[in-house]
T-cell receptor
Framework: QQQVKQSPQSLIVQKGGISIINCAYENTAFDYFPWYQQFPGKGPALLIAIRPDVSEKKEGRFTISFNKSAKQFSLHIMDSQPGDSATYFCAASTRGATNKLIFGTGTLLAVQP | DAGITQSPRHKVTETGTPVTLRCHQTENHRYMYWYRQDPGHGLRLIHYSYGVKDTDKGEVSDGYSVSRSKTEDFLLTLESATSSQTSVYFC?????????????FGDGTRLSIL
């Protein structure tokens, strides 16, 4: 059962454009929503994360928008650069003793120069 | 970067053979996790550990076992490897659980089972 649905599967954006990746979740007990960035041959690395008590979080060119009522959250990459080309994963977890993450299926982003 | 070393980085083996993957950390973090990554599935949790000798199952634990005899080492064993276990395996660590403490990942082990 896919608890976190991610779209699109792949995305091509021109340099300087905005990249948008969307995720939807089902479990209302989720209360932590991180995004991970993964380059080929490397493990995922935490990019930015949000809690459901805020609707938006921004770190540099990366912004998470969160809609609790719709159970959706999205990653926006402003002024996309070729160096942003990577696979992006959304994830969700519940506050608790184990911090188990449920991941989306990933989005392969290609930023064309 | 978090001090996480996975070994081996690549392995090719035959169906029916036992395989052990190692995750070694130098951060003294309490929590350790094993994931597998497959196209179209993202990362899926196999097993995790919340302390020495304390482990529990994740969502895809069938065919896998783990052991943690020291804080720094978390071993993943495939008792009798099958082709469906061909995947990239990632280890992750976390200092504490709760409050969304980030998980830090190793660079993975690419396992091919022929």
């Amino acid at each position: 059962q896919q608890q976190v649905k991610q779209s699109p599967q792949s995305l091509i954006v021109q340099k300087g454009g905005i990249s948008i990746i969307n995720c939807a979740y089902e479990n209302t007990a989720f209360d932590y929503f991180p995004w991970y960035q993964q380059f080929p041959g490397k493990g995922p690395a935490l990019l930015i994360a949000i809690r459901p008590d805020v609707s938006e979080k921004k770190e540099g060119r990366f912004t998470i928008s969160f809609n609790k009522s719709a159970k959706q959250f999205s990653l926006h990459i402003m002024d996309s650069q070729p160096g942003d080309s990577a696979t992006y994963f959304c994830a969700a977890s519940t506050r608790g003793a184990t911090n188990k993450l449920i991941f989306g299926t990933g989005t392969l982003l290609a930023v064309q120069p | 970067d978090a001090g996480i070393t996975q070994s081996p980085r690549h392995k090719v083996t035959e169906t029916g053979t036992p395989v052990t993957l190692r995750c070694h950390q130098t951060e003294n973090h309490r929590y350790m996790y094993w994931y597998r990554q497959d196209p179209g599935h993202g990362l899926r949790l196999i097993h995790y550990s919340y302390g020495v000798k304390d482990t529990d199952k994740g969502e895809v634990s069938d065919g896998y076992s783990v052991s943690r005899s020291k804080t720094e080492d978390f071993l993943l064993t495939l008792e009798s490897a099958t082709s469906s276990q061909t995947s990239v395996y990632f280890c992750a660590i976390s200092a504490v659980a709760g409050d969304g403490q980030p998980q830090h990942f190793g660079d993975g082990t690419r396992l091919s089972i022929l």
